[in-house]
């Protein structure tokens, strides 16, 4: 373990010089130059003397005060500290007997760690924030039972850091050095980047120990040890990781199920949701897909689960889930959830196609009959030997010889059979006795039972030559329509299996025969999925006979088990044609199935956005649903969903032909801008902002969230600090580039959401650098469209590509209208035709296009290629002259957004 003497100057040639050396004469000259410290060389290995934390600092359920808060109540525990029994950070110097001086100091999390704002108070400390204490001889353990830590706020940090960075720089030079001016900016400058990026809510111990020199100072330094992590109580990030309960433990092997999780506080920027899975290959590791805007009030997360590596499995297989933090990598206790197979086939429309059909008849003798059935004996109905008077069962093979006396046979009649209980015994030969009445009743109900038999199957005889004859089968099957409400094990009916199997001319026949009778309910019966023909024929994609069905009375307000009705489902499927025969026939009294609930709480209209139908979207809406209307469960409307599947096409035609409100809430307050944001979509969030997102809209999620009304003061302090902040560089902003014009109403407009604490805005949700330029109100195009200033990016951005700035906008503007380009033009060549009604709403129409271009991330080598196509060879030479010299071409990936090539880039990236 490192430790050891920290060798001042005099020191430090003895360690240059072995013990031969030293007798050498350039050694003598050298103990004439300097004075040297005749004090024992300690050499900086494992056994030198070196500092041991005996017992850690306790990580959570500590809460870091105010000032105004006073102190707090008993010190910081330590890591096994009990009620009854109670422990402190503790550390010993090993390996050194003496007296020695332990220093402790707070650090940040960071590796390595720096200087942090937060000071530690105590009886120990002194007013830099800084403990020691006196040790030894004999006992080198420094116990710290009654530390505080004092939780500094913003608006302090830069100075606080200021004052430390100097203290701690003058340490390493001569006493009472006096700074010069430009390291006094340097030293700002360097509190300013340590404050930006340094996390409030955690510290760590920097334990320091001297050990005393031979004239009695503590100046001989080990090297420090830093502690574990301390997390503030009142932070999220202090909590323990649990899950405390799941709406489902099983799903897909696709993924992409959402799932209900309800655990305790967590941070929603600093949270994984981890699928993993251990075996003897290396196991197997996923995230859940959600965005902070799923995270509700820190305590629930709605999210999609990832897809299991192995797709093509045969049984369930069962994985684990954990909550897992981003920075601290702690994690919560597992939880089982279990990876089933892929039902393709959620409908049975394909199972059902691909049963196997029952073995063939004996077209010509049926089945065989079982006992007490109709036999195929001779005699038939009482033939001698066949079967019992009472049986039905059985087949019915059919006699040629339709006149005969027999009955379904070559016998006659009902001469033999057995004989019914109480029937007298048979008479000897020779003798004749007249039936009793009961014979007599039987007989007759056998004579009619006999003619009838004998009349249908004529009836049935004749259907079967003319069907034989003209192919016209309709006489057939209205011989067996009361068959047509037969069921089969899935509950399907004759019709069912028809339209399944896509036999549209049965299912035609089907239909015309049972209108025509009393069996006409039989075209709204349900299957064992509460499918009726009609829901078939639409899953089926089949309009001509959903349109047939329609007219011969289907019901269109029947619910499948999904509560989903045909409207919902040819939504669902994105079948145009469908769509368009189904609404054109519903007619008034069903008019408000297009605005209608499923089971899931979704109105076609969000299931047609779901499958990425632009088409069925129009034609819903104009059949009457309500573009703005949300779904049930979380209060997203279409144009929520289009923005968070991130699908830039159909979140256009909502907004720019549809006209659906971009301010739109869901029940958390979050807009699409916010969605947009948390995703770190530019066009979207530029395509949005285009249209009229409001950029400062505020959702219901605290900025701030308190755990007790002891911290509210200090949260409202740093809130209002903040929106000072916001409303400063916004005013800044505005007087110093539009002095000349006046503000705009919307600017001025005051949120009329009145919250009691002010949620996030989309700036605050933002998860790359490219939206929050965006969203920047400083770089707002209302407060800058007509200032010369160019406004100045990030570092990496202006390293990596020139951008455009207002001055260049401007200039290719007046280039556009001295040749007499239409807007438009340049519009279509660079990709954004798609958002021509919302620049054409604007006063300057062409300004906004090239600007939207340039903060939607648009590469000026796609504005030159534009410009050269439309032979504006002064605005190529404009745009060649502002390329740096070593500008080289990106190889980046890119997408197609509709803002034509955009960069490809990650959230991780962006944030680097």
């Known amino acids: 373990m490192a430790g050891g003497l920290s060798m001042d100057e005099t020191q430090y040639p003895m360690k240059m010089f072995d013990n031969e050396f030293m007798m050498d004469v350039s050694y003598q000259h050298l103990m004439t130059s300097f004075e040297i410290k005749s004090e024992p060389f300690v050499p900086e290995t494992v056994h030198g003397p070196y500092i041991q934390i005996i017992e850690e600092p306790k990580q959570r359920g500590f809460r870091f005060r105010y000032e105004c808060e006073g102190p707090s109540h008993g010190g910081l525990p330590g890591a096994s500290s009990e009620r009854n029994r109670r422990t402190y950070p503790t550390i010993k110097v090993c390996n050194y007997v003496g007296h020695a001086r332990v220093e402790v100091q707070l650090v940040t999390h960071t590796d390595p760690p720096r200087v942090h704002a937060h000071s530690l108070v105590g009886k120990q400390c002194n007013e830099n924030g800084t403990c020691s204490i006196d040790i030894g001889p004999n006992d080198l353990t420094a116990q710290f039972s009654n530390l505080g830590i004092l939780h500094v706020t913003k608006r302090g940090v830069v100075e606080v850091l200021t004052k430390r960075l100097r203290d701690e720089k003058r340490r390493m030079k001569e006493p009472g050095y006096h700074f010069s001016e430009t390291e006094e900016h340097a030293i700002q400058k360097e509190a300013k980047e340590l404050g930006k990026n340094m996390d409030l809510n955690i510290v760590r111990l920097k334990f320091t120990a001297y050990l005393q020199d031979s004239n009695g100072g503590f100046t001989r330094a080990l090297s420090p040890v830093v502690s574990n992590p301390i997390y503030d109580s009142k932070s999220p ?11 489902k433990t099983c799903g897909s092997v696709m993924g992409g199920d959402e799932i209900f999780l309800l655990c305790d506080k967590v941070q929603k920027d600093d949270i994984d949701i981890r699928f993993y899975e251990e075996d003897e290959e290396g196991g197997w590791e996923a995230f859940g897909d959600f965005s902070p805007t799923d995270v509700h009030k820190q305590y629930a997360i709605v999210f999609k689960t990832p897809p299991y590596h192995k797709t093509e499995i045969e049984r369930p297989v069962t994985v684990f889930l954990q909550l897992k933090r981003k920075k601290g990598g702690d994690c919560s206790e597992p939880k089982q959830f279990t990876y089933i197979p892929q039902v393709q086939d959620k409908e049975e429309v394909q199972r059902k196609r691909m049963k196997s059909l029952p073995h063939p008849y004996d077209h010509w003798r049926g089945p065989q009959g079982g006992a007490g059935g109709l036999g195929r004996g001779a005699g038939g109905f009482g033939g001698p030997g066949a079967g019992t008077t009472g049986g039905m069962g059985g087949g019915f093979p059919y006699n040629h010889q339709l006149d005969g006396a027999g009955f379904y046979g070559s016998g006659c009649g009902f001469g033999g059979g057995t004989q019914m209980p109480g029937s007298s015994a048979q008479p000897e030969i020779g003798q004749e006795r007249a039936p009793s009445p009961v014979q007599q009743q039987l007989i007759q109900i056998a004579t009619v039972l006999q003619n009838r038999a004998t009349g249908s199957a004529k ?18 099957l209205a011989m067996q329509r009361h068959l047509c409400g037969v ?13 399944i199997h896509q036999q549209p001319t049965v299912a035609h026949q089907i239909i015309q025969t049972v209108m025509n009778s009393p069996q006409h309910k039989y075209i709204n019966k349900l299957n064992h999925l509460r499918q009726t023909p009609l829901h078939l024929a639409v899953i089926t994609r089949q309009p001509k006979l959903v349109e047939v069905l329609l007219r011969m009375g289907a019901d269109p307000t029947v619910l499948d088990r999904d509560g989903r009705t ?22 008034e009294h069903h008019a408000h199935l297009v605005n209608m609930v499923d089971f899931s709480g979704m109105f076609p209209l969000h299931l047609a956005v779901r499958k990425g139908g632009d088409r069925c979207l129009r034609v819903l809406v104009q059949a009457g649903a309500k573009v703005n209307m949300p779904e049930q469960k979380s209060g997203c409307t279409p144009l929520h969903l289009a923005v968070r599947e991130g699908l ?27 969605l947009a944001a948390s995703l770190g979509s530019p066009p979207l969030c530029s395509m949005l902002i285009a249209a009229g997102a409001d950029k400062r809209l505020e959702n219901d999620e605290p900025l701030f969230a308190s755990s007790s009304s002891s911290s509210s003061s200090s949260d409202d302090e740093e809130l209002g600090e903040r929106r000072d902040n916001e409303e400063a560089a916004i005013q800044s902003a505005m007087t110093e580039d539009v002095q000349t014009t006046t503000t705009s109403p919307e600017r001025s407009q005051v949120n009329p959401r009145k919250r009691t604490a002010a949620g996030h805005t989309p700036f605050d949700l933002a998860s790359c650098q490219k939206v929050k330029d965006l969203l920047d109100d400083r770089n707002s195009p209302k407060s800058s469209h007509l200032s010369t200033k160019k406004t100045k990016k990030s570092s990496e951005d202006s390293a990596a590509s020139p951008s455009l700035d207002s001055e260049m906008v401007i200039k290719l503007c007046e280039i556009l209208n001295q040749g007499q380009v239409p807007w438009r033009e340049l519009a279509e060549k660079l990709g954004m035709l798609t958002l021509a009604h919302l620049y054409q709403e604007s006063t300057m129409p062409c300004y906004n296009l090239l600007e939207n271009y340039q903060l939607s991330g648009g590469p000026l080598e796609g504005l030159v290629e534009a410009l050269q196509s439309l032979g504006l060879s002064e605005g190529v030479r404009l745009l060649r002259a502002s390329q740096p010299s070593e500008d080289k071409q990106s190889t980046d990936t890119t997408v197609d957004s509709g803002f034509g090539s955009q960069e490809a880039e990650s959230p991780a990236m962006t944030n680097q």
Do not use: W
């Not at 004749?462 to 192919?471: D, I, M, N, W």
């Open 487 to 499: 069921q089969d094990e899935n509950g399907d009916t004759p019709l069912h299996l028809a339209i």
């Open 648 to 674: 830039f096409k159909v979140a256009c035609t909502l907004i720019t032909e549809l006209k659906a409100d971009v301010n739109a809430c869901t029940f958390g307050g979050n807009s699409p801008l916010h």
């Open 237 to 247: 990030n202090a909590s323990n990781l649990k899950i405390s309960r799941m709406d």
């Open 459 to 476: 009836r049935s005889a004749r259907a079967l030559l003319e069907y034989c004859s003209t192919g016209d089968v309709r006489l057939l």
């Open 566 to 587: 045909p409207v919902h489902l040819a939504a669902h499927t994105g079948d145009e044609a469908t769509l368009r025969v189904l609404l054109g026939l519903l007619g």
